[in-house]
């Protein structure tokens, strides 16, 4: 699916068309800094019914929400030097026991993912919009 947005009212729009297409427990977040991903976690989650405050987990690594659906966990792998130190928080035992993970920065992870079923979806700032790839 491809999307093209100028607003950040339209984030709502992209969401209410993915919620239905998410079979995947994971969802890999892509993009250059500022390009979205943490602004599209927080309308996902909202649209998924959390009624948490969702913010960037740059610096906790991981965030978690609750949803009607369980829970949601939110992680930032951008801080992170090795694939180690994804070892070292328990992100296995995260992405085995949760609704859905949503993963910012998923690259230094990528390896590992092969054994799991994901989603990737893509932003892309241009001069006058957001392109969006969701797979």
């Known amino acids: ?16 068309q993915i919620i ?3 079979k995947h ?3 890999l977040l892509k993009g250059n ?4 991903k ?4 927080q309308v996902l989650l909202k649209e998924l019914g959390s009624q948490d ?3 960037s987990p740059t610096y906790s690594i991981v965030n978690e929400y609750d949803t009607p659906k369980g829970k949601v966990f939110h992680f930032d792998l951008y801080r992170l030097k090795s694939v180690d130190e994804a070892y070292d928080f328990g992100i296995e035992e995260y992405l085995d026991n949760c609704f859905l993970s949503i993963i910012e920065w998923p690259e230094i992870y990528m390896d590992e993912l092969e054994a799991y079923d994901f989603h990737e979806m ?5 001069e006058s919009s957001r392109e ?3 797979k």
């Not at 800094?33 to 979205?36: D, P, Q, R």
């Not at 893509?122 to 241009?126: C, E, L």
Request: aromatic residues 10%; negative net charge.
């Open 132 to 134: 969006i790839d969701f």
């Open 25 to 27: 427990p994971i969802l």
């Open 20 to 22: 239905p297409e998410i």
């Open 1 to 16: 699916m491809k999307f093209s947005i100028t607003t950040l009212e339209e984030w709502k729009d992209v969401v209410a």
């Open 38 to 41: 943490t602004t599209f976690s």
């Open 53 to 55: 405050e969702v913010s």
């Open 122 to 126: 893509t932003i892309t700032n241009t």
């Open 33 to 36: 800094l500022g390009a979205g």
